[in-house]
């Protein structure tokens, strides 16, 4: 079924809230549960439905994501037809190269979905992390003739900080969508969208250069909330687990939710695994009398002191004497002896000398820019 389908990823998120991850790197790019990136999770349920031919859509700070991405090998997109396109933004007559928002972005790649033979698109963003396969969403769609199928999940808390092009739906008992909020304050549902869109190519590019001839900039705000009434519209249903990436207490938050192993049952469901680019480490060591206690550690790491609640991606060291407690390290950072962290979000590459102390809270983590010293 997913082989009249394809994907289009928009990366050109640039969510305030996140502050110092995204100061040199994209949204999509960000690390997330010890070894992955954002967009390897939309990336794989993707594949992992049968979809060939997947379109990524980069606007600035693309570098890390390309080099991730690489030719696509890891995902099986690595193909003589269809594949991987990687589509950063480039200067034509028509294009200056600088998107005012996803109506330029999509705009601006129309030559490859106008090649793409497929009779489906699915499009999204990258700061959303679940874990499922699309069958049952395209099979959904083609039995009620919609025009767009929207992914939601029933939301409980609403966190404010977290709204990032937030999509609430109102629903009519037969799924069809009868109202949308974008951003809600206080929001009148709790069905939240998942970042993932669906409909028919020749719908998409209708769409598309009818909102570009008006001057339209944005695809959630002057498509889809404007036509509401005038196309059908129905919601899909996720149940899983799913992880918005738009806030620094949102990262913080689904990364430390993964050491449950509910979550991580569901986020890593091996009858449909996520991908990622591979790199080959050494195991993990742990020397002396150090001690790590309902940890997340990925391979290359060395841990003398203790590390509890955390999440640790490859190559950190953890000093002797060192305590940590409720942190998310992200790779090749080095905690020094006798140092004690609790609430911190450490980037890439960073260093804390001998006998620092830094505590954060679990709504406000301490975060750490790349390649700092402390």
Same mark, same amino acid.
């Given at each position: 079924?997913?082989?009249?389908?394809?994907?289009?990823? *928009?990366?050109?998120?640039?969510? #305030?809230?996140? @502050?110092? %991850?995204?100061?040199?790197?994209?949204?999509?790019?960000?690390?997330?549960?010890?070894? *992955?990136?954002?967009?390897?999770?939309?990336?794989?349920? %993707?594949?992992?439905?049968?979809?060939?031919?997947?379109?990524?859509?980069?606007? &600035?700070? $693309?570098?890390?994501?390309?080099?991730? =991405?690489?030719?696509?090998?890891?995902?099986?997109?690595?193909? &003589?037809?269809?594949?991987?396109?990687? =589509?950063?933004?480039? /200067?034509?007559?028509?294009?200056?190269?600088?998107?005012?928002?996803?109506?330029?972005?999509?705009?601006?790649?129309?030559?490859?979905?106008?090649?793409?033979?497929? &009779?489906?698109?699915?499009?999204?963003?990258?700061?959303?992390?679940?874990?499922?396969?699309?069958?049952?969403?395209?099979?959904?769609?083609?039995?009620?003739?919609?025009?767009?199928?929207?992914? *939601?999940?029933?939301?409980?808390?609403?966190?404010?900080?977290?709204?990032?092009?937030?999509?609430?739906?109102?629903?009519?008992?037969?799924?069809?969508?009868?109202?949308?909020?974008?951003?809600?304050?206080?929001?009148?549902?709790?069905?939240?969208?998942?970042?993932?869109?669906?409909?028919?190519?020749?719908?998409?590019? $209708?769409?598309?250069?009818?909102?570009?001839?008006?001057?339209?900039?944005?695809?959630?705000?002057?498509?889809?909330?404007?036509?509401?009434?005038?196309?059908?519209?129905?919601?899909?249903? $996720?149940?899983?687990?799913?992880?918005?990436?738009?806030? %620094?207490?949102?990262?913080?938050?689904?990364?430390?939710?993964?050491? @449950?192993? !509910?979550?991580?049952?569901? %986020?890593?469901?091996?009858?449909?695994?996520?991908?990622?680019?591979?790199?080959?480490? /050494?195991?993990? @060591?742990?020397?002396?009398?150090?001690?790590?206690?309902?940890?997340? /550690?990925?391979?290359?790491? #060395?841990? !003398?002191?203790?590390?509890?609640?955390?999440?640790?991606?490859?190559?950190?060291?953890?000093? &002797?004497?060192?305590?940590?407690?409720?942190?998310?390290? =992200?790779?090749?950072?080095?905690?020094?002896?006798?140092?004690?962290?609790?609430?911190?979000?450490?980037?890439?590459?960073?260093?804390?000398?001998?006998?620092?102390?830094?505590?954060?809270?679990?709504?406000?983590?301490?975060?750490?820019?790349?390649?700092?010293?402390?």
């Amino acid at each position: 079924m997913g082989n009249d389908v394809f994907g289009l990823i *928009y990366t050109g998120e640039s969510s #305030m809230q996140l @502050r110092d %991850l995204t100061y040199s790197r994209s949204v999509a790019a960000v690390p997330f549960a010890g070894r *992955y990136r954002c967009i390897d999770f939309i990336m794989s349920n %993707l594949v992992n439905t049968g979809i060939s031919n997947v379109g990524i859509i980069a606007q &600035k700070n $693309y570098h890390s994501l390309m080099d991730h =991405l690489g030719s696509g090998k890891e995902w099986e997109l690595h193909r &003589k037809r269809d594949g991987l396109f990687i =589509l950063p933004p480039f /200067v034509t007559r028509d294009n200056t190269g600088i998107y005012r928002g996803t109506i330029d972005a999509y705009h601006s790649v129309m030559g490859y979905i106008r090649r793409s033979s497929q &009779k489906y698109i699915i499009i999204s963003g990258s700061h959303t992390v679940f874990n499922t396969t699309f069958h049952d969403m395209i099979a959904q769609h083609i039995r009620t003739g919609a025009d767009i199928t929207l992914m *939601y999940n029933e939301v409980g808390i609403h966190h404010p900080d977290d709204q990032f092009n937030e999509l609430r739906f109102n629903l009519a008992e037969d799924g069809r969508v009868t109202g949308i909020q974008l951003n809600p304050n206080q929001p009148a549902t709790p069905h939240s969208s998942c970042d993932v869109v669906m409909m028919e190519k020749t719908t998409f590019e $209708y769409l598309i250069e009818d909102a570009y001839s008006r001057g339209d900039t944005d695809f959630l705000r002057d498509v889809l909330l404007r036509k509401v009434g005038e196309l059908k519209m129905y919601g899909w249903r $996720y149940d899983g687990y799913v992880g918005c990436i738009s806030s %620094l207490p949102g990262y913080f938050n689904h990364n430390i939710n993964v050491l @449950r192993s !509910e979550v991580r049952r569901d %986020l890593f469901n091996p009858e449909h695994p996520i991908y990622t680019k591979v790199k080959d480490e /050494v195991p993990a @060591r742990y020397k002396g009398d150090s001690r790590a206690c309902n940890c997340l /550690v990925a391979d290359g790491c #060395m841990i !003398e002191g203790e590390v509890e609640n955390c999440v640790l991606f490859r190559g950190v060291h953890i000093g &002797k004497g060192t305590k940590i407690s409720n942190c998310v390290v =992200l790779q090749a950072c080095d905690i020094q002896e006798d140092c004690e962290l609790s609430y911190v979000i450490l980037d890439k590459g960073c260093t804390v000398r001998q006998g620092r102390r830094l505590a954060g809270y679990d709504s406000f983590p301490i975060i750490i820019r790349k390649g700092s010293t402390v």
